[in-house]
């Protein structure tokens, strides 16, 4: 399972740092990232991160928000700095990974239950 952390109210121009940490069987993570929900929007990448290091964002947060992963702690963050309005959104974390649940072998691409974001003075 995931579980995220970190939203909140922020002003314009604010920073705030997303968290999300899985548990439960896992042998290995192959990639992680987080994306987005706006209002009536449908949900978007913000930015993924491989096993291998390579690191995508989408256009509308390059330069502003930053994905990075800590292997030990099967964690993965996202700094957000110079936030805007429209970065208001529901975050999620997501994360493609191989389980051993007993003695099953599994590769799943799990959700985290999101954590909402509000950019507002």
């Known amino acids: 399972q995931l579980q995220a952390s970190g939203g909140g109210l922020v002003q314009p121009g604010g920073s705030m740092t997303l968290s999300c940490v899985a548990s439960?069987?896992?042998?290995?993570?192959?990639?992680m990232g987080w994306y987005r929900r706006a209002p009536g929007k449908q949900r978007e990448l913000a930015a993924t991160?491989?096993?291998?290091?390579?690191?995508n964002y989408a256009d509308s947060v390059k330069g502003r928000f930053t994905i990075s992963r800590d292997d030990a702690q099967n964690a993965v963050y996202l700094q957000v700095d110079s936030l805007k309005p429209e970065d208001t959104a529901v975050y999620y974390c997501?994360?493609?990974?191989?389980?051993?649940?007993?003695?099953?072998?599994?590769?799943?691409?799990?959700w985290g239950h999101g954590t909402q974001v509000t950019v507002s003075s």
């Open positions: 997501n994360y493609n990974l191989d389980l051993m649940i007993g003695s099953t072998w599994s590769r799943e691409n799990i």
């Open positions: 439960g069987g896992i042998i290995s993570i192959n990639a």
């Open positions: 991160i491989t096993s291998g290091g390579t690191i």
